[in-house]
């Protein structure tokens, strides 16, 4: 049954009809209103906020059939004229967005917000998620729009300003953004468009007998149903990582054995979504249940089951197919081992004045990119496969999906939208593989678009850790020996989960130079959803028990936890003591001691204090260091193409892909500094198998480091050809000649790029290509300084200041850089206080959802201090380093140490909730 609805949008006269409950934001988007953007479908992230008769609603809650009669105004109808708002003024003027998705949503809010002051307007903001910018940017925005002479924004430098390098170019994609123009996965489809969905396992751990799809197949509208005995069985990885793959090959695209609660069991391929979902609910499946497991200490035989010996079932054996390949240890449910050691270990210990030894328990969490995983895929009238999908990993995505099918790389093509957030999540194949099979098998375009409980209970997450630490230690403070043991919950599929546990050893260990280290970590199956790649891969949770052990060990000895680290740190003359031979990570440029000099600086009235007591109110500091690498040495490659266009402009195509970091404004940055140019001359082309060079992917801080010196080196050889050809036109010799915006100059005249590229079109075209592939990867490092106040009646911790300094080389776009800090630094927060995915002991998720997730809010964030410290690196484009995951690492372990200075009490367990805070005070 369907109702006739007539709805009046941006002042336009819709007609359509609807079924009984279907909600605005849907019919909104079949009408081509684009802007307001699908989440959580549950009204708690504000992303498809849009007017009804002036006032904010969430459409994707709202009904359809109640906005009759009514007035509706999206993003779309804010600019009706062409000339933006005083509000999108303000957010492209402070950047207010990144990867853009909740932007629309939150303009709308934030026009109909009545504030004062800067903490009236994170008060107000509880209805609005973000996960990329962590809220500064924004508030700033408002601040600017509302209050114009509160606001201490810098405006952006106009982009015709040179040179390039250094200067805060506004994002490119600002305009599209504050607007919402249709630029993601699902804001286009090509016409005929079918829709698939998967029927997932109730179980942890099951063998299917049989399946019966008779009902589904018969549903009308269905137009395909698979199982895994309709599909090729090939071993893969889901993991986008390049050739020669490193990770388990022990993935299916569907299987007779389901592995985590949430696995694939099914597909179906139908007319609407809501058809695939009840045609999912039909599918007759016989279970033969297995025992589970969900502990990767029990997993391993390292600890007993809590189930009662009688009642114990044998730890089952997650992969004991004989077609899964590159496992370390199948009969021992070990996915990969890395093993690292220096010097004596047992010497250094027995050397020790005292030995510190504690265990530290991560959570697995959850990405929470507010786009969720999408894929489109159809036949090209050529026959080339056509993939259009959110992803961090095209060219890696073409690769598996032609070792899947056996079809010839050049047949498929894959590319992306712009992307709302990936966070690593998007580093995987998680649905572009049962599309295109879909897509082969019915001849149709077909989409895959997950919802967010999916996303929560079926992608990937921070592998959950054990890690088991011991530090030898004299009485003056020198480490004698470090002893780490990383338990890793790599979940039912092994992809990433020996590359995030080599840097959970290797990071927060070679930062120190401690002569004698010993590092064993484990990638371990279990019946849990698989972890995955996220910022900071690892290194987040070593950096965790590394930096509170430290301070552990300074309080134990009376010394300031600062001094304590200067004592131990590496020198720019080091070599990194472990890990260094697997990944050639190196000191670049080095500017360790200063980040911790700055940081220090900014808390220097409490660096000795004593902690402060306010009633129940306790006030304390904590401090904390890391380091990161900058990209894959030897491994990631990166190519890029430029040329001079017949009007003058120059062409850029790359494979690097922008997951809203501002990379394809920061490239063309780079670009046009070789050129004498600004980025506004520069067309872009990127992440596109069929339209632009090889690149391995946005993932491990490389885009910047490895694709940016592919582009430095391809845009200085563009330079190079056109000087070269202009002298013979201008009969001048090269030396004598420079180049400008948009001509090339001798000592007596000029020729304009548009004439020099007229020329050329008789001749051999004026394009370049050149490829990058680093030999090492340099070091960026952190340091981090939060004040918090923690409530002993109640356990709430309430962060009251953060400052975190970062060495990252040179600073291409500053604001840009100062953006991904802020970011990193607020999913530090959430990590450290509030996110965590749980599960009953059935393996069943219990918190798949916004609302009882808990990310950050803006109210529960300070305002961010971010320094950035140029050092300028040898070995980076125009000296630049990584910066994206480095912010995450050294917040939790931070606030961790203020909360011991504050009450007295460590804890070593995340996150460090009220409930868990107040425990530990009551012990």
């Known amino acids: 049954m369907t109702e006739s609805l007539d709805l009046q949008v941006n002042g336009q006269v819709h007609s359509t009809d609807c079924t009984p409950g279907t909600s605005l934001l849907t019919v909104l988007q079949q009408q081509g209103w684009y802007g307001a953007h699908r989440v959580c479908e549950s009204g708690d992230c504000g992303s498809c906020t849009v007017w009804v008769d002036d006032v904010p609603v969430h459409s994707c809650i709202y009904p359809a059939v109640h906005a009759i009669d009514r007035s509706i105004t999206t993003i779309e109808g804010l600019a009706p004229n062409g000339e933006l708002a005083p509000i999108q003024v303000a957010f492209l003027e402070n950047q207010g967005f990144q990867c853009g998705y909740c932007t629309p949503g939150m303009i709308m809010s934030a026009e109909k917000l009545t504030v004062e002051t800067e903490q009236d307007i994170r008060q107000s903001l509880d209805g609005n998620l973000c996960r990329c910018t962590g809220y500064e940017a924004i508030v700033k925005s408002i601040l600017a729009a509302k209050h114009p002479s509160l606001s201490t924004s810098d405006s952006p430098l106009p982009t015709f300003s040179c040179p390039q390098i250094g200067q805060n170019i506004p994002k490119q994609d600002g305009p599209d953004i504050v607007t919402g123009k249709p630029i993601y996965t699902t804001d286009w489809a090509p016409p005929g468009l079918l829709h698939l969905k998967v029927l997932r396992s109730p179980h942890a751990h099951a063998r299917i007998r049989s399946i019966n799809t008779e009902k589904a197949k018969t549903l009308p509208g269905v137009h395909a149903v698979f199982t895994h005995a309709d599909v090729p069985r090939r071993a893969y990885s889901t993991a986008g990582h390049g050739e020669p793959v490193p990770d388990p090959l022990d993935h299916y695209l569907l299987d007779n054995k389901v ?89 250094g210990f027995a050397e020790a004045d005292f030995i510190v030894e504690n265990t530290y328990y991560l959570p697995a969490v959850q990405h929470f990119h507010l786009e969720l995983h999408a894929s489109i895929s159809w036949i090209d009238a050529d026959g080339t496969v056509m993939v259009r999908s959110s992803t961090q990993v095209p060219f890696h995505c073409q690769r598996v999906l032609s070792e899947l099918f056996d079809l010839p790389k050049e047949n498929i093509r ?51 850790m054990q890690i088991h630490l011991k530090t030898g230690v004299k009485r003056n403070g020198t480490l004698t020996a470090i002893d780490m043991e990383a338990l890793a919950n790599t979940g039912a599929y092994g992809n990433h989960g020996t590359q995030v546990v080599f840097l959970t050893g290797s990071m927060p260990l070679g930062i120190y130079g401690c002569p004698n280290q010993r590092y064993t970590g484990y990638s371990i199956y279990t019946n849990t959803m698989p972890g995955g790649a996220f910022r900071g891969y690892g290194a987040t949770q070593g950096v965790f028990a590394m930096e509170c052990q430290l301070d552990e060990i300074a309080d134990k000895l009376g010394l300031n936890p600062i001094d304590l680290r200067r004592q131990q740190l590496i020198t720019a003359d080091d070599e990194i003591l472990i890990g260094a031979d697997h990944h050639f990570h190196l000191i670049g440029s080095y500017g360790l001691t200063e980040v911790l000099d700055r940081v220090a600086h900014a808390f220097q009235a409490q660096l000795n204090a004593t902690p402060v007591v306010d009633g129940p109110l306790r006030r304390g500091t904590g401090f904390a260091i890391a380091m990161q690498g900058s990209g894959l040495a030897k491994i990631h490659l990166a190519r890029a193409r430029m040329c001079l266009k017949p009007d003058g402009r120059y062409e850029l195509r790359t494979g ?52 940016g010196q592919a582009i430095r080196l391809t845009a200085e050889a563009l330079r190079s050809h056109l000087l070269a050809r202009a002298a013979t036109m201008l009969h001048s010799p ?41 030999d090492c990867s340099s070091l960026t490092f952190a340091a981090v300084g939060v004040d918090v106040e923690v409530d002993v009646e109640t356990g709430k911790v309430k ?69 950035l410290v140029e050092t300028v690196d040898p070995h980076g484009p125009h000296g630049a380093k990584g910066i994206g995951e480095i912010g995450v690492n050294g917040i939790a372990p931070a606030i961790a140490n203020a909360i011991a200075h504050a009450t007295g009490v460590r804890l070593r367990q995340l996150p460090m909730t009220p409930e868990r805070v107040w425990q530990a005070l009551q012990a």
């Not at 404004?665 to 050129?675: G, K, S």
């Open 259 to 347: 592995r985590f609660v949430g696995d694939r069991v099914a597909a179906v391929v139908a007319e609407s979504v809501a058809i695939a979902e009840q045609a999912c609910q039909l599918i007759e499946v016989d279970y033969e249940i297995l025992p589970h497991v969900l502990d990767p200490a029990v997993a391993i035989g390292r600890v007993a089951s809590s189930v009662s010996a009688i009642d114990a079932a044998p730890v089952p054996i997650i992969h004991d197919e004989a077609d899964s390949s590159q496992i370390h240890d199948a009969a021992r449910n070990i996915a990969g081992q890395v093993v690292m050691s220096r010097g004596d270990v047992d010497a």
């Open 414 to 464: 894959v590319f992306k939208a712009k992307v709302g957030g990936g966070f690593g999540n998007k580093q995987e194949i998680l649905l572009e593989d049962l599309c295109v099979l879909a897509t082969l098998r019915t001849g149709r375009p077909v989409q895959w678009q997950l919802t967010r409980q999916e996303e929560f209970t079926a992608t990937t997450s921070r592998h959950a």
């Open 656 to 707: 690097s892909v922008d997951v809203g970091t501002g990379s394809d404004t920061t490239l063309r940055q780079i670009a046009a500094d070789a050129l004498a140019t600004t980025i506004d001359r520069i067309d872009i082309i990127a992440a596109d198998t069929h339209e632009t060079p090889f690149d391995a992917g946005s993932y491990a801080s490389a885009t910047l480091y490895i694709s």
């Open 734 to 774: 090269v030396e004598t000649l420079s180049l400008t915006r948009d001509a090339v100059i001798s000592q007596s005249e000029s020729l304009s790029l548009t004439a020099l590229a007229e020329a050329v079109a008789q001749g051999p075209p004026l394009e370049v290509e050149r490829e990058y592939a680093a």
């Open 799 to 867: 962060l009251l200041r953060c400052v975190q300094a970062i060495d990252l080389g040179k600073a291409i776009n500053p604001r840009i850089c100062e953006g991904q800090v802020q970011g990193a630094t607020v999913m530090g927060i959430g990590y450290a206080l509030s996110e965590m995915l749980q599960r009953d002991a059935q393996g069943h998720p219990l918190n798949p959802a916004p609302r009882t997730y808990r990310l950050p809010l803006a109210k529960d964030i300070p305002p961010l201090e971010v320094i």
